[in-house]
């Protein structure tokens, strides 16, 4: 199981920070990302990293404003969300898979609640 959390309401500019635990067998050697579902759009990739941290990648909406990382020992994966815009409001959600770290949603495994954030214009 995965369970986000860190959403909320935020003013444009500033930072949140994500965090999503895993329990049970979604924890280890497991690529996990996260992917984001604004109103009325479809779900979208947002970043992942490799269970070993040696791949990452990130959509090119969030480059260079989100950071993704991870803490195996901690079975947890984080999303550091800074300069926020108003186009980042959506729930957000973790996911993991057993194959290759990739964009696609359909390669994740496991999915999270989700968790929402809110960016104030």
């Known amino acids: 199981q995965l369970q986000a959390f860190g959403g909320g309401l935020v003013q444009a500019g500033g930072s949140l920070r994500l965090s999503c635990a895993a329990s049970?067998?979604?924890?280890?050697?497991?690529?996990m990302g996260w992917f984001r579902q604004a109103p009325g759009k479809e779900r979208e990739f947002v970043a992942t990293?490799?269970?070993?941290?040696?791949?990452?990648y990130y959509a090119d909406s969030v480059k260079g404003r989100f950071t993704i990382s991870r803490d195996n020992a901690k079975n947890t994966v984080y999303l550091q969300m800074n300069s926020l815009k108003s186009e980042d409001t959506a729930v957000y959600y973790c996911?993991?898979?057993?194959?290759?770290?990739?964009?696609?949603?359909?390669?994740?495994?496991?999915w999270g609640q989700g968790t929402l954030v809110t960016v104030s214009s």
């Open positions: 996911a993991a898979t057993a194959g290759t770290a990739g964009l696609g949603a359909a390669l994740y495994d496991y």
């Open positions: 049970g067998r979604t924890g280890s050697r497991y690529a």
């Open positions: 990293k490799s269970w070993s941290g040696f791949t990452t």
